[in-house]
């Protein structure tokens, strides 16, 4: 069915800030949460970290809040939940991720971190489902984003917005999440637009260019987080090694199986770090 509702975010004279300062105050509303301190973003085989986080305390559907879009995908939670952690911390948890490719614009794609930060998050965590270049990883292996490369070609900044990006994915936030784990490697995202996954020769290229991570999120949500001062956390699950690395073809739902396969792990890895935070 195609979209006839207008979408407060699609009129350039709109300041985005400000229909993230709404959504903010509809989650206030619907949660009875004033403020909330940690944002979690849940991608492919992240979600039920949501559940060991802490007690939660409301859930609400993603399309009552002004500006979130339905997510594209069935096995994107289109919800909101709000938790609290037993050391007294309110985190936001956003399942309704909208991606680049869904070709809504850029605005829509941070409108979640612009309005995390609008609750009073100062933390946003971003979590991914992602292909591995290194040839020391595998499939169902939680990897800490140790920097991007933005490949897309777009940026959530208007304007001549200058905004430093160095340590961008904290120093501080991945130390603590080794602390954690020790075990966990880190790695370069590089965001591509896809729907379509990469080609052997984009892999390839990505490599070269200093990746190990190929995805189709998280850096401009980074990008957008880093500009309302957040501090950034980021893990990508392997849930597949990328085109040419592995020789089979990727699917959808090879991914998903494996995002469900290292879902109990990765989740009690997450809800720990959080708990930490
Ligand atoms: N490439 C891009 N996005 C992905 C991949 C991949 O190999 N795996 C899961 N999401």
Known sequence: MSETIHHPLDDAATDPFEVAARAARDIARLTGVEHHDIALTLGSGWGKAADLI???TATIAATEVTGFSKPAL???VGSLRSILTPKGTRVLVIGARTHYYEGHG???VVHSVRTAAATGARTMVLTN???GIKSTWSPG???LISDHINLTG???LEGATFIDLTDLYS???RDLARRVDPSLDEGVYCQFRGPQYETPAEVRMAKTIGGHIVGMSTA???IAARQAGMEVLGFSLITNMAAGIQTTPLSHQEVIEAGQQAEPVISALLARVIGEL
Request: proline fraction near 8%; avoid cysteine; charge should be neutral.
């Open 171 to 173: 120093t501080r936030l």
């Open 220 to 222: 401009l949500e980074a």
């Open 106 to 108: 850029v605005r829509r």
């Open 54 to 56: 802490g007690e939660t």
């Open 141 to 143: 292996q939680p990897v």
């Open 129 to 131: 489902g992602a292909g």
């Open 74 to 76: 069935a096995g994107h």
């Open 154 to 156: 777009d940026s959530p």
